[in-house]
């Protein structure tokens, strides 16, 4: 593995089997506009994603409660961010909302996630 996470670019998977191969073959997982919570059952080479300004509360309470990890999606925050940038005060607001439950959250980055989850033997 390079040790990498890959984004499909404009959040689209290939048709084409043989890039397909070569993604899961370099790559620890993907990820893809595909919304929804990461699960153990989640195929890591399509892992959903969820964006920032579409989380919500309620969200947060079932993915703590079902032990389901939310990977978020977003391009940078306003007015300096990249493409589609979040609005700052929703940014914001989801930081403050992740601050109440921060006793029961495990913040990381994907990579991270995926390799615990691999070394703990909780996915293949």
Excluded: M
Aim: glycine share 8%.
């Amino acid at each position: 593995y390079h040790g990498n996470v890959y984004a499909y670019p404009f959040g689209k998977k290939p048709k084409n089997e043989g890039i397909q191969k070569i993604i899961r073959e370099n790559y620890k997982c993907s990820r893809y506009i595909k919304t929804g919570f990461f699960t153990k059952g989640s195929d890591l080479n399509y892992i959903p994603v969820i964006y920032i300004e579409n989380i919500k509360e309620k969200d947060i309470i079932k993915s703590i409660k079902n032990n389901y990890a939310i990977i978020t999606l977003g391009h940078g925050i306003e007015p300096n961010g990249g493409y589609n940038p979040v609005q700052k005060k929703v940014f914001t607001s989801h930081l403050e909302t992740l601050k109440k439950y921060k006793n029961d959250i495990w913040f990381t980055n994907l990579y991270d996630l995926i390799k615990y989850l691999k070394d703990t033997k909780q996915i293949k």
